[in-house]
């Protein structure tokens, strides 16, 4: 394994070596539920100990499919001196120490936990300005078309262009469809804008049958910034 020798990643792997041995310690116990909850506390200073992560880059785990946390788990995996299916030097440190078992009650535990809403304090300020006040039932023309362009691709795709409903997969409200496709609703904007680029530029090409590949390849940053509006906004 070769790892960039990064001050903070240094840090962060010997907070891995102590909590590797609190781990084994889990793997004893019988009841999954309780195993799954002391495991978090390994994923909790960035996903937030429920999965409710606060920090925008790391995504929100609570009620992901299980499927889907397994997979992308075990996608984080450098197998043979090969670069992971899914290249990320956090989560592939991180996913490195995981036994086969941890990750599946991790995976349960996760996609059992209650996603939370952001409060409305740190929901985006409404899109008027000073001049629209008393005009708020005029949406300003860039919101009302950022927000219809995410709208009709991921209600209805773009025939000419190839690309299919986002809906199709992920679910009308996004709440993902086992086994398969993974829930989106309410995921941070800035990770789902990051994870849409990762697939146009081939970064994450973890997707079978280059499914989010071929895709994300059609859209425009304007694109994959609206529709990471969407999706975040979807309960
Ligand atoms: C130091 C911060 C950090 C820690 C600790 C951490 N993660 Fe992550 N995790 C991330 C980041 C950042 C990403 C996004 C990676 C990317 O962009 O590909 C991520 C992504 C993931 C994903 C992919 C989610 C998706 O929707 O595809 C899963 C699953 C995950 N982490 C599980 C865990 C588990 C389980 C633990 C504890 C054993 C853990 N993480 C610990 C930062 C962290
Ligand atoms: C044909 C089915 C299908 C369609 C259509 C589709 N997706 Fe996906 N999407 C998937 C699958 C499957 C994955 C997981 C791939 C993987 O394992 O990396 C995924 C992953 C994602 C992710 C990353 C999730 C995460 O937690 O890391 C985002 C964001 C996403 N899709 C958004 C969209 C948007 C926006 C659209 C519409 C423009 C769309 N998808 C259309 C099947 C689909």
Excluded at 35 to 58: E, F, I, R, W, Y
Excluded at 135 to 142: Q, W
Aim: charged fraction near 25%; proline fraction near 8%; glycine fraction near 6%.
């Amino acid at each position: 394994m070769k790892f960039p020798a990064t001050p903070r990643l240094a840090e962060f792997c010997a907070g891995l070596a102590f909590l590797f041995f609190s781990l084994s310690a889990v793997a004893a116990e019988p009841d999954a539920e309780n195993a799954g909850q002391k495991a978090a506390m390994l994923c909790a200073a960035c996903h937030g100990v429920d999965g409710n992560s606060t920090l925008p880059a790391n995504p929100v785990l609570a009620g992901q499919l299980p499927e889907t946390l397994l997979k992308e788990l075990n996608d984080f995996r450098r197998a043979d001196g090969k670069p992971a299916a899914r290249n990320n030097d956090v989560m592939g440190a991180m996913s490195a120490v995981l036994s086969d078992e941890d990750r599946r009650i991790l995976s349960i535990y996760f996609s059992r936990q209650k996603p939370v809403p952001p409060t409305l304090d740190a929901s985006p300020a409404p899109n008027t300005s000073p001049e629209d006040a008393g005009t708020a039932h005029v949406a300003p023309p860039e919101f009302s078309e950022r927000a219809k362009t995410a709208q009709v691709l991921w209600r209805r795709g773009d025939f000419d262009r190839r690309i299919p409903a986002c809906a199709g997969c992920h679910g009308t409200t996004g709440k993902g469809l086992p086994s398969q496709n993974p829930r989106v609703a309410g995921q941070h904007s800035e990770y789902s804008v990051a994870q849409l680029k990762n697939y146009r530029s081939g970064k994450r090409a973890n997707d079978r049958e280059k499914i989010m590949r071929t895709i994300a390849e059609k859209l425009s940053d304007k694109e994959i910034d609206a529709l990471s509006e969407l999706v975040a906004g979807l309960r």
